[in-house]
T-cell receptor, first 113, second 113 residues
């Protein structure tokens, strides 16, 4: 079955710098890759997702890139701000079936002032 | 307001005492699921439901039951809770299967002593 590995588990960056979180997946048939943000004490919320027919997607300061050959996808946050401090989860699934979302273990992002 | 609600938000109980955590959504979503979140393990799916009367096991179904008698409700039942079920539980819903935005409830913090 699918397995998703997420790195690093903790990432500390200076405010204003960029942050990159990487996930690798094992099932080459996976074709849907969302990223969720969970602030302390809150519920996870979708921030961006990508399907395998595109290699990159951007939404303001957030971007996701997908390398299908290497089976990895990454979240890029530019010009980090204090409100970006949270735990970020990646996930992978096959959208054309009932296959479940398989989640990474999460990355705690700390933005240093 | 479109939302997923869970009750109770916090629960402390004793081993073996049956409990139910309710989940309700008002978005007419077909798909609902339950997750547990434990430190370092990310989100693990317990059960999911593609529609009324259709449920299936996720990654960690042992010790849990679910039912989907109505589209809006998806209760999680622990027939005989044990301390290893102490966790943070999230209900989620989406318009379709796994490849759509998951809307999470606020979470239920369960402690089994």
């Amino acid at each position: 079955g699918e397995n998703v590995e997420q790195h690093p588990s903790t990432l500390s960056v200076q405010e204003g710098d960029s942050a990159v979180i990487k996930c690798t997946y094992s099932d080459s048939a996976s074709n849907y890759f969302p990223w969720y943000k969970q602030e302390l004490g809150k519920r996870p919320q979708l921030i961006i997702d990508i399907r395998s027919n595109v290699g990159e997607k951007k939404d303001q300061r957030i971007a996701v890139t997908l390398n299908k050959t290497a089976k990895h996808f990454s979240l890029h946050i530019t010009e980090t701000q204090p409100e970006d401090s949270a735990v970020y989860f990646c996930a992978a699934s096959r959208w054309d079936s009932n296959y479940q979302l398989i989640w990474g273990a999460g990355t705690k992002l700390i933005i240093k002032p | 307001e479109a939302q997923v609600t869970q009750n109770p938000r916090y629960l402390i109980t004793v081993t073996g005492k049956k409990l139910t955590v309710t989940c309700s959504q008002n978005m007419n979503h077909e798909y609902m699921s339950w997750y547990r979140q434990d430190p370092g393990l990310g989100l693990r799916q317990i059960y999911y439901s593609m529609n009324v009367e259709v449920t299936d096991k996720g990654d960690v179904p042992e010790g849990y039951k679910v039912s989907r008698k109505e589209k809006r409700n998806f209760p999680l039942i622990l027939e005989s809770p044990s301390p290893n079920q102490t966790s943070l539980y999230f209900c989620a819903s989406s318009t379709g299967a796994q490849a759509y935005e998951q809307y999470f409830g606020p979470g239920t913090r369960l402690t089994v002593t």
